[in-house]
């Protein structure tokens, strides 16, 4: 039986191309197109390998793969991004992952990457293994510090205020009320000492919870 993979990539031409990529080894068992849907299929489907962009509406890659990994500890993750940024690179591995491949890349090195996933190795393009070193070494502490500031639900709700949502929308989105958006809204201002929704969002893109 071939492994089973669940692709998570919101561009439906990249989509295809990977697809014709990966089905002469695995099993691609669906394709989501935001980070929400990809929640719902791990959960429904159990993939073996979940190979997943980065930058993705609703919930982006790394805070899904979080919340995945919270139930499915088993299940082997794979970043395959556009971003060659080391931190990018280091945060999908502090979630769990065991690979993180550039789409550039794809052709030589993604089905590399799933064979080392599947045997419980990690595999980063080369082009960022060393950066990644030492950045992890550096500011790993520095990073998670950071993050903590907000809860699970907080960077869900500013990833959409980020794309442009309105409270209303979010609420219907995550199934809360349209006060519990603007609670959660107010209450990072506070939390991260910021006086606007522009720099609530400039924050989230500093600390990768939307790309700019």
Do not use: W
């Not at 031409?13 to 089905?23: D, F, K, M, N, Y």
């Not at 669906?30 to 390998?49: F, H, N, T």
């Amino acid at each position: 039986m071939k492994p089973r993979i669940l692709l998570a990539e919101d561009h439906r031409i990249v989509a295809e191309g990977l697809r014709s990529l990966l089905e002469p080894e695995f099993d691609l068992i669906g394709i989501v197109e935001d980070g929400r849907a990809l929640l719902a299929a791990a959960e429904k489907q159990k993939p073996d390998v979940i190979i997943s962009d980065i930058s993705m509406p609703l919930l982006n890659g790394i805070e899904a793969v979080r919340q995945i990994k919270k139930t499915d500890k088993a299940v082997k993750v794979i970043f395959l991004t556009m971003h060659p940024d080391v931190t990018y690179a280091v945060s999908a591995l502090e979630v769990g992952a065991l690979g993180y491949v550039l789409k550039h890349s794809a052709p030589s090195e993604l089905t590399l990457a799933v064979r080392a996933a599947l045997k419980g190795k990690t595999y980063v393009t080369p082009l960022l293994d060393g950066e990644i070193m030492l950045s992890r070494a550096k500011g790993s502490q520095e990073r998670r510090e950071e993050s903590s500031h907000l809860t699970k639900r907080q960077r869900e709700v500013l990833q959409l205020l980020a794309e442009g949502c309105l409270a209303k929308e979010i609420a219907s989105i995550l199934n809360i009320s349209t006060r519990t958006v603007e609670y959660h809204k107010y209450q990072m201002m506070k939390d991260v000492g910021m006086k606007t929704v522009a720099d609530l969002i400039r924050y989230a893109i500093k600390h990768k919870i939307v790309t700019d």
